[in-house]
Each structure stands twice: as C-alpha cells, then as structure tokens.
C-alpha cells in the first residue's frame, strides 16, 4: 500500500515570493493535516482538511492557507515568504481522526 | 494551555544497555497519545496509540505505557538501528480533527 506523497521534496524561494506544497495521502484516507517542522519550535500543527471543508487551524499567520481536491489530494500555499518560514513542511493522513501517517516532508529553503 | 513535554532531550545509551523515554502532558483531557520515530530527513513514523491510562503496547524492542499524567517508552536491548527521534504526541479530548500537539523529542543514540 503506496504512502503519503509530498511533491516537491526540496524547494529554494526568496523573500517575498509565494509558494505550493502538495500532498497525496494514502489511498482511502480522507482527513490531511498539515504540520511544520523546525528545529526551534518542533512540530506545530497548520491546519487539517476533511472531505474538502478545513476543521481545524492551527496559529499561524493568514500567508498560509491550503485546500483540498475531491480526491482527498491537499495542497497548502505560503505567500510573502519570510526567513522565518523555512522548514520542513509535513503532511499526514488519517483514515479516523486517531492514527494519522506522515509524508517525507517538503523541505523549504528561504533566502 | 494544552502541552507535551518530553525528557531527556538527548540520550546515549550502549547496545543492549536498556532505558526509558518519558513524556509528560497537561490537556483538558486526553482523546489519545501517539509515539512517533523520526529519522533524519525523513517524515515521523507511527508507532504506537494510547488511549487510557494502564494501557500497554510493545513492538519489538519498544514497549509503551501510559498513566494518567505521563507516558514511557521502554527500549529493551536497543541496537544501532534503533537511534533516531522519538516524538511523542496528544490529541485533546473535545477536539475532533487530527490536531495533535507534539513535545519537542528525545534523540537516541544507540552505540555499538
């Protein structure tokens, strides 16, 4: 049974400029929750979609936003990127709201 | 405010040498607590639920154990293979999405 996929795996953007993650979860789940990595903060929940309708949002500035498709295919979008916005950026996917399985992550580089 | 905390930050252990990971939470109440491993690079990996206190679990060499206050995970024999992060995480009870609230992580090293 194939994984979540996250595209791009690695991302390079300069200040200001925007950017688009995306995730595919696995094959039947239909909840994606989207978390951000970094070294000093750890793990911060972002927000978490279910049949397409957002249930949840974590406390983050409005620049981050996402959506998900009819086929449970999620993307989130960062605008006027900040220094501060490089990290890793996870993707997860449940089947019930208990047990969610991570992606490999999309690393974003800001310079 | 709901919140994980996790100790040691850092751990050093020798093949074989057994230890114990403790994670210690404050929420309103607890829907469920999840233990991950996070290789470098690479997204966490599940590996345990929790749902109540008394609750054990045990995969290979981890075995994970829940109170009320606080949960374990214990590395029997760790190997090599067994060093990465280990993150723990809440769901508060109430919530009914996939936000979980994680603890910053405890990094193993396991030594040969």
């Known amino acids: 049974k194939a994984g979540v996929t996250q595209t791009p795996r690695y991302l390079i953007k300069t200040r200001g400029q925007q950017v688009t993650l995306s995730c595919s979860p696995i094959?039947?789940?239909?909840?994606v929750s989207w978390y951000q990595q970094t070294p000093g903060q750890g793990l911060q929940f972002l927000f978490e979609?279910?049949?397409?309708?957002?249930?949840n949002k974590g406390n983050f500035p409005g620049r981050f936003s996402g959506r998900q498709f009819s086929n449970s295919r999620s993307e989130m979008n960062v605008s006027t990127l900040e220094l501060g916005d490089s990290a890793l950026y996870l993707c997860?996917?449940?089947?019930?709201?208990?047990?969610?399985?991570f992606g490999p992550g999309t690393r974003l580089t800001v310079l | 405010e709901d919140q994980v905390t996790q100790s040691p930050e850092a751990l050093r252990l020798q093949e074989g040498e057994s230890s114990s990971l403790n994670c210690s939470y404050t929420?309103?109440?607890?829907?469920?607590l999840f233990w991950y491993r996070q290789d470098p690079g690479k997204g966490p990996e599940f590996l345990f639920t929790?749902?109540?206190a008394g609750e054990e679990k045990e995969k290979e060499r981890l075995k994970a154990t829940l109170t009320k206050k606080e949960s374990f995970l214990h590395i029997t024999a760790p190997k090599p293979e067994d060093s990465a992060t280990y993150l723990c995480?809440?769901?508060?009870?109430?919530?009914?999405?996939?936000?979980?609230?994680f603890g910053q992580g405890t990094t193993l090293q396991v030594k040969p």
């Open positions: 997860a996917s449940s089947l019930s709201e208990y047990e969610q399985f």
């Open positions: 094959s039947g789940h239909r909840s």
């Open positions: 979609y279910f049949s397409e309708t957002q249930r």
């Open positions: 929420v309103s109440g607890l829907r469920g």
């Open positions: 929790l749902y109540s």
């Open positions: 995480a809440v769901q508060p009870w109430g919530s009914n999405t996939g936000k979980l609230i």
